[in-house]
């Protein structure tokens, strides 16, 4: 079994969501002995973003690393992604993993009666940090995009391990960060 491993997260040592990936990474290794990790931070080793040149493969270094990055994704049975909640979206960075990885004909297609996903069969776990409390409001663009994105490629089985309203107050960064990691156990639990 393959798990990819994303950060997106530029706070280093000081952000929450690297902090609950590698903690739900550190338990799929422990619950699942033959599990092969693969990592990538996308904050020290970013994906460059789409631009002409790269959509056109005029580049051959360029679509060289586009191929690597969508087979890494399509190999994965299980992708762990840390998406802080930065401008109530996701950042720029997961935004241009995204962009290589939702590419026609190879995760999604267009048919007769609609849009339909290839990627099926994997799992998508999020770790997400946001400062204020979003979710289930109008200003919440992370969750409902992110389960929108993988829907379309396929993936139904997506879950969020959440730690909301850091940025209130020391004891709420405390305790939100406590219940996510509380919450970790879950995605384990369908794996069986």
């Given at each position: ?18 902090e609950l990936s590698a903690a739900i990474v550190a338990r799929w290794q422990a619950d699942i002995a033959d ?61 241009a993993w995204i962009d290589r990885i939702a590419v026609a004909g190879k995760t999604f297609r267009y048919t007769a ?80």
């Amino acid at each position: 079994m393959k798990l990819l491993h994303l950060d997106s997260s530029a706070l280093g040592a000081n952000s929450a969501t690297r902090e609950l990936s590698a903690a739900i990474v550190a338990r799929w290794q422990a619950d699942i002995a033959d599990l092969s990790v693969e990592y990538r931070d996308l904050d020290s080793n970013p994906v460059p973003h789409l631009t002409g040149a790269s959509l056109a493969a005029t580049d051959p270094e360029a679509a060289t690393e586009s191929g690597q990055v969508l087979q890494q994704f399509l190999d994965a049975d299980i992708v762990v992604v840390g998406a802080p909640m930065y401008n109530f979206s996701i950042p720029s960075t997961l935004k241009a993993w995204i962009d290589r990885i939702a590419v026609a004909g190879k995760t999604f297609r267009y048919t007769a009666k609609g849009p339909e996903g290839l990627a099926t069969g994997k799992r998508v776990i999020v770790a997400s940090a946001r400062g204020g409390l979003h979710s289930g409001a109008p200003s919440d663009f992370q969750e409902p995009y992110l389960r929108f994105l993988f829907g379309f490629m396929g993936i139904t089985d997506v879950e969020f391990i959440r730690a909301e309203g850091l940025g209130l107050s020391p004891q709420h960064r405390s305790e939100a960060l406590a219940a996510a990691h509380a919450a970790i156990g879950a995605p384990l639990a369908k794996a069986a």
